[in-house]
Nanobody, 122 residues
Framework: QVRLVASGGGLVQAGGSLRLSCAASGTISSINRMGWYRQAPGKQRELVASISSDDRTDYADSVKGRFTMSRDNAKNTGYLQMNSLTPEDTAVYSC????????????????WGQGTQVTVSS
């Protein structure tokens, strides 16, 4: 079974940086689009960034110029580099991925990982 594990969150001061990782494991042939989401208490989940299989990225307006998403296909891992963090970035960050489990099938499925807490102090 495919599993995604998000890590790298923590407590950081405003203006600081964090690098989140999203590692996929299990039955994986290939990973297509990967995405990072965040959700603050009492608010809906928000798409932060996504990256396609050919490394094209998209970002929420609130993080453009500060966050950078990347991927390492050899490690089945996606990353989110977060710079110039502000208290408004405080949230639980989760990752997902569109994954093809088997080489002999073109059927893909979406998988979600658990969240990692990011807290930015003033």
């Amino acid at each position: 079974q495919v599993r995604l594990v998000a890590s790298g969150g923590g407590l950081v001061q405003a203006g600081g940086s964090l690098r989140l990782s999203c590692a996929a494991s299990g039955t994986i042939s290939s990973i297509n689009r990967m995405g990072w989401y965040r959700q603050a208490p009492g608010k809906q989940r928000e798409l932060v960034a996504s990256i396609s299989s050919d490394d094209r990225t998209d970002y929420a307006d609130s993080v453009k110029g500060r966050f950078t998403m990347s991927r390492d296909n050899a490690k089945n891992t996606g990353y989110l580099q977060m710079n110039s963090l502000t208290p408004e970035d405080t949230a639980v960050y989760s990752c997902n991925a569109n994954i093809r489990p088997y080489t002999w099938s073109s059927v893909n499925s979406i998988y979600w990982g658990q969240g990692t807490q990011v807290t930015v102090s003033s």
